[in-house]
């Protein structure tokens, strides 16, 4: 990498946490906006990876301007974060675009890849669209017939990002669920380190998005990556320590409020994993509907392994206790409560 790029990425990062924690303190005082958001501009995805319920291999992208159009209606919530995911998001064709609405309206902007389709030239594309962060998931050493997220093939990928970014590049490395060899993730991270990259753990979960218990080993794989990572990272990890050990964890889950998955049909929903409730079209979501999800109780909420719903609910789990009666989870869709709440002051 050159000296003027290197310069680059120093500025652009300094900026980037500036940003960042702005939005925190932001969101600190002010309970009424989502702090983050996934978006979903194509549920297609060019993987398989037979734990994973978020993709399918037919779907065409969002139009352009529908993306556009959610976009700026989440800007009109004082959204602080967008991370786009998917699905691949790389198979979008205008991507950039996307990048850059959610730029121009004062939004940190991040995406979620398996990394595959990343060239030099993508990599710059993402960098003149303004793209501030990057994560991908390193599954494994070696493709296999549960993941082909592997080091064998994204290492070079990693190469690139190294010598092109302008981002912050994140590599999380995974434990559990459908993992033949859980020491390949120390691999992993110790690579991610060596790059100049953060690196992060997850747990993977089962297919309601909770967690199967880890054995042994799995769990000395997973200390030694957070003694690894950053101390930033591990501070908004803290719930992991729990749930890696099968113990239930309590918490306020905030989704449908602080946090928001929007499917690629425009609809919100609680997480990835809770697709159905609310279910509600985001250009007829509210404040209301915020609110009432704010302090709405979640029954999965225990064995929740869904990293980014957990890290976001901790700016809000000290205060106003979840007074609504606890949603049900379905296994084809969520059934909606009906009921009243008061306003803590």
Known sequence: MSWRKALRRKKASIHCWYRMWSRVAWGFVHTRHPLLVHLIPTRRCNLTCTYCNEFDDFSAPVPTEEMFGRIDRLAEFGTSVITISGGEPLLHPELDAIIGRIRRRGILCGIITNGYLLTA?????????????????????????????????????????????EFQVNINSVVGAGIRNPEDAAVIARRAVELGFTCTVGVLHDGGGQLRPLGEKEQQVYRTIQNLGKRFYARFNQFQKEIVQGRAHQWRCRAGARYLYICEDGLVHYCSQQRGYPGIPL???????????????????????????????????????????????????????????????
């Open 121 to 165: 030239e993508r990599i710059e594309r993402l960098n003149r669209a303004g793209l501030e962060f990057l994560q991908i998931s390193i599954d494994n050493l070696q493709p296999d017939d549960v993941s082909k997220k592997s080091f064998k093939v994204l290492d070079k990928k990693l190469l690139l990002l190294a010598e092109h970014a």
């Open 283 to 345: 250009e007829k979501y509210t404040a209301q509907d915020m609110r009432r999800e704010f302090y709405t109780l979640k029954s999965c909420a225990p064995h929740c392994t869904v990293s980014c719903v957990n890290q976001v609910a901790m700016l809000d789990n000290w205060r106003a206790p979840q007074t609504l009666a606890s949603y049900q989870p379905h296994p084809d869709r969520l059934v909606q409560l009906q009921a009243t709440f008061r306003e803590e002051s």
